[in-house]
DNA sequence: TATTGTTATACTCTATAACTATA
DNA sequence: TATAGTTATAGAGTATAACAATA
């Protein structure tokens, strides 16, 4: 596969392959499905409405339905009235959720740092440097 | 999201979102799924066996039995018995999917360059180097 | 006996279209 | 009329367990 991209793009898609490797094992490892560990760690800044946790997670509204409601049949999360607007819902984590938020959450950044921290100091100062500047531009 | 991870695998987390969002697009752009569109790229290469391309994706060999018949399906690829082994199938590309291979691998390359064709030359130049640096390690 | 791959089964994930309730 | 969210439906993706054929 690397054969095909040019430099940048490889490395990026590697390196895409080991945070999707990273999400898979460790939410595996606590009994979660990957997508489930992304709306745990989403949540863990507070509870949003529906319609901007779909934004976030790129995906349309029938899907975030079927999403929420089997997070909160595990137990994971909780839709809450919106106050304001009688249509709209709000979600937040349960405590549970924010147990296994944590915990995934931790788990994903140990895998990560474990690859990471093979590189020579130096180049890990680069690293965060270069990418947080990129992450930066893709947020605009 | 960002709040929760340390600089360095938090950009990375950010960065693989970007990732996927390019094969997302790129694939449905060509009206294939993103899975497909990861068949194709690793069969570029040229053909492969069952048990290899399912290790290359990270898949039990049941789920790429029906991801592979999907393909098939769809005239991207085609099993072709192993000479040496009766038990054994090799894959390989179709013409369509070779050409849409190559499609899709130039959308994705396409939208992943227009992001990091916004940092400095100098900052491009450390990315790729850093970046290449840590996927030699990723694949030892 | 061990290995290669498929089948059977059960979920999860996702999108499109149609719908309900509220604004 | 427009918006927030759900339901209905269909297909894709994945894993586990049991199985077939070959080594």
Redesign the pocket.
Known sequence: MEAIYPPAATALVRLTHEVERAFNDTSREFGL????LQVLCVLHAGPV???ELGRA??????????????CERRGLVV?IR?SC??????VGLTDEGERLGEQGHQGVVTRLDKLTSRLAPADQARLTDVLTRLAALADE
């Open positions: 499905t990957p997508q489930q409405g529906m319609g997670l790129h995906l349309e509204k029938s899907s975030l339905t079927g999403l929420v409601d089997r839709r919106d607007d009688r249509r709209a819902w709000r």
